[in-house]
């Protein structure tokens, strides 16, 4: 006849599962539920987001304090607490440390030059951000300005894809890398409206080829 299991053990099994889920959604991956709309068209309200924690090195769970360390690249749509009230916020990251960023209501400028943008037939509106082609809002104008700034070192300057609809670096500055939590990898699940079926699943934020914009992005 088979024992059953003294009741302490089945406690310190299940507290030790519960430890490794923790510590796995605090360190390696979690899912973030998009609140705004500070980041159309390539994030919509509702969108479920799946965020690699691992991106930028790891942290001790609960802390900004990394136990290592890897740089984010421009382009890059993170996920960080943010330096005002330490909600989890979701942007772009355009300005890396020792970049010269400005913003002038329609167009990035980065050292000087302006970031390209296009229009495509359906009447999308990208951005060519160097090493990060990506969508953002279809308006023209997507103030407010901001005035050429330095990046310091461990500092970020991040702008939402709805530059006229997002509280982001022009509003309460540069974002210190300690705030740092993941990057966002794909779109889990959107129930945005010109999708469906399959189609609502798994958007990538990046092409199998890393140069293009998966389509479902600009709706």
Same mark, same amino acid.
């Given at each position: ?21 923790? *510590? ?26 799946? *965020? ?76 060519? #951000?160097?090493?990060? #082609? ?86």
């Amino acid at each position: 006849m088979k024992q059953n299991r003294p009741r302490w053990k089945t406690y310190l099994m299940e507290l030790a599962a519960l430890g490794v889920l923790f *510590v796995g959604r605090a360190s390696f991956a979690d899912h973030y539920h998009v609140p705004s709309g500070s980041m159309e068209p390539t994030f919509q309200v509702r969108d479920h987001l799946m *965020v690699d924690k691992r991106a930028y090195g790891l942290r001790v769970p609960l802390t900004h304090v990394w136990l290592t360390e890897s740089e984010p690249r421009r382009g890059d749509v993170i996920v960080f607490d943010s330096p005002i009230d330490g909600k989890v916020m979701v942007k772009r990251l355009v300005g890396l440390p020792g970049d010269r960023i400005a913003f002038e209501g329609e167009s990035l400028h980065i050292n000087g030059q302006p970031v390209a943008q296009e229009l495509t037939p359906d009447g999308a509106r990208l951005e060519l #951000l160097p090493g990060a #082609l990506h969508p953002i809002h279809p308006e023209p104008y997507q103030g407010p300005d901001m005035d050429e700034v330095e990046i310091p070192p461990r500092h970020y300057l991040v702008l939402g894809d709805h530059r006229g609809n997002s509280a982001d670096s022009r509003v309460w500055g540069l974002l210190p890398r300690e705030n740092l939590l993941g990057r966002v990898v794909a779109v889990l699940y959107s129930p945005r409206e010109g999708i469906s079926g399959s189609e609502r699943w798994w958007i990538p934020m990046n092409t199998d080829e890393g140069r293009g914009v998966d389509a479902r992005l600009t709706r």
